[in-house]
């Protein structure tokens, strides 16, 4: 067994560990290491077993097999300010809202240390946001996924970090998403239900699952069809849950075009879509989404507050190369 600060670590399974949770071993061995320490870098991919990834904590080991557990170089407990650029379309000295753009991450972690969301709020509000709502994510309240574009609210203060909060947690944020989506859902207005958890056989995927996981419920109307190979959707969330939307989406055959975690092989419906759109959508480099209307209260002045934004270049030129061929 070696043990280092951070780097490899190498550990060949004996006969008195067999059956037993990997997890548990793991953190047997490694005493300076808890067992959600241990899990989190386990999801994060960093474990192998005979070179092969596991990513199953509760997975039992066998005896003569070699677990590598590598364990990233610390990082700075404070994310460190950086000078991005911030599409801020409101502000004032209790929260801004702003149009993040797609492929900007919100919040340092595991192989996004640096470049983020954070790391521009705090160049840009400076010390004010020091604090408020946590270290690693300060004035985060909500977040969006690295590729979807769209509105957030960041708070910079704890009042307006408390009130937010809870207006999310109560379903009080009035949010609705822009969609690109294969195929027609039907009816072409209505509900997708169903829980949400991880993905057994994927880690960083989620699910939609028959047991556990969390209670998801989606809201959609199609706006627009093209044909029958593809829609423009307008989404809205009575929960918010992980990857909600691409998840229920793709649970009911209809993932969003460019989705890299949930469309895992080219559409059948693709086939019946002219060839121009179909190249494009199908060579689109990201989940078609947008988050383009929000809505809250003040949480000091008590206004309410509605903003609304277009879809970025990219996702209005692969609509219109839909439309365009769709009526040709």
């Known amino acids: ?12 399974i004996t006969e008195d560990f067999t059956g037993q949770r990997t997890d548990r071993v793991l953190a047997a061995c490694f005493t300076d290491l808890s067992r959600s320490r241990i899990r989190n870098l386990i999801d994060d991919g960093r474990l192998t077993r005979n070179g092969e990834p596991l990513t199953e904590p509760a997975e039992p080991v ?9 364990i990233p170089v610390p990082t700075p407990a404070m994310p460190q300010g950086e000078n991005i650029p911030l599409p801020v379309l409101y502000e004032d000295s209790d929260l801004l809202v702003l149009d993040k753009p797609a492929g900007l991450v919100v919040h340092p972690a595991p192989g996004n240390e640096t470049g983020t969301l954070v790391n521009a709020l705090i160049a840009h509000c400076g010390d004010s946001l020091v604090g408020i709502g946590g270290e690693r994510r300060p004035g985060i309240v909500h977040r969006l996924d690295k590729d979807t574009s769209g509105l957030m609210i960041v708070a910079k203060t704890e009042l307006a970090h408390r009130a937010l909060s809870e207006d999310f947690a109560a379903r009080r944020i009035d949010r609705a998403y822009l ?12 509900e997708y239900e169903g829980n949400i958890g991880r993905d057994k056989r994927d880690r960083k995927r989620m699910a939609v699952v028959d047991h556990g996981g969390k209670e998801a419920l989606t809201r959609y109307t199609v706006l627009r069809a093209f044909g029958t190979y593809a829609a423009l959707m307008e989404c809205r969330l009575a929960t918010g849950r992980t990857h909600q939307i691409r998840v229920h989406f793709a649970a009911n055959n209809h993932p969003l075009i460019g989705d890299p975690l949930y469309l895992r092989r080219v559409p059948s419906i693709s086939k019946t879509c002219p060839r121009e759109a179909r190249d494009d959508a199908l060579d689109f480099p990201r989940q078609a989404l947008h988050a383009a209307r929000l809505g809250f209260t003040h949480p000091r002045t008590g206004e309410v507050m509605l903003f609304e934004t277009m879809p970025p270049e990219d996702f209005q030129t692969l609509e219109k190369t839909l439309a365009n061929d769709y009526l040709r």
């Not at 067994?1 to 060949?12: E, F, S, V, Y």
């Open 1 to 12: 067994m070696t043990d280092t600060t951070h780097g490899l670590r190498t550990l060949t």
């Open 179 to 190: 969609a690109l989506c294969w195929g027609v859902p039907s009816p072409t207005k209505g």
């Open 62 to 70: 066998r005896a003569g097999a070699t677990l590598v557990l590598d």
